[in-house]
Nanobody, 127 residues
Framework: QVKLLESGGGSVQAGGSLILSCAAY????????MGWFRQAPGKEREGFAM????????LYADSVKGRFTISQDNAKNMLWLQMNSLKPEDTAMYYC????????????????????WGQGTQVTVSS
């Protein structure tokens, strides 16, 4: 059974940094593509970072490019998200997601392409 567990959320002032982690259980982690998504109240879930199984190919939405970094440690079944230069508009519930069928580059940040999700961790950025 695939299980994902996010941690590391919290409250931070604008310009600050946070590191989110996602622990994966119950499957061959290195065979799955992983992504980070977020959802603010009243808004749709937004995909903003994704990493392919090679551990090197990454994709970012323009909204976070240059500020956020996705990475993983296959030996530890862990996914990370380094978030720098945080802005109030980054405030949301953050989720990690996984799927065995890696999406194409065009579809990589679409939530419907991922079958497994964590419960989320809240990030709040104050101005």
């Amino acid at each position: 059974q695939v299980k994902l567990l996010e941690s590391g959320g919290g409250s931070v002032q604008a310009g600050g940094s946070l590191i989110l982690s996602c622990a994966a259980y119950g499957y061959a982690y290195s065979s799955y593509c992983m992504g980070w998504f977020r959802q603010a109240p009243g808004k749709e879930r937004e995909g903003f970072a994704m990493i392919y199984t090679d551990g090197e190919t990454t994709l970012y939405a323009d909204s976070v490019k240059g500020r956020f970094t996705i990475s993983q440690d296959n030996a530890k079944n862990m996914l990370w998200l380094q978030m720098n230069s945080l802005k109030p508009e980054d405030t949301a519930m953050y989720y990690c997601a996984a799927d065995l069928l890696c999406p194409t580059v065009v579809e990589a940040l679409r939530a419907e392409k991922y079958n497994y999700w964590g419960q989320g961790t809240q990030v709040t950025v104050s101005s």
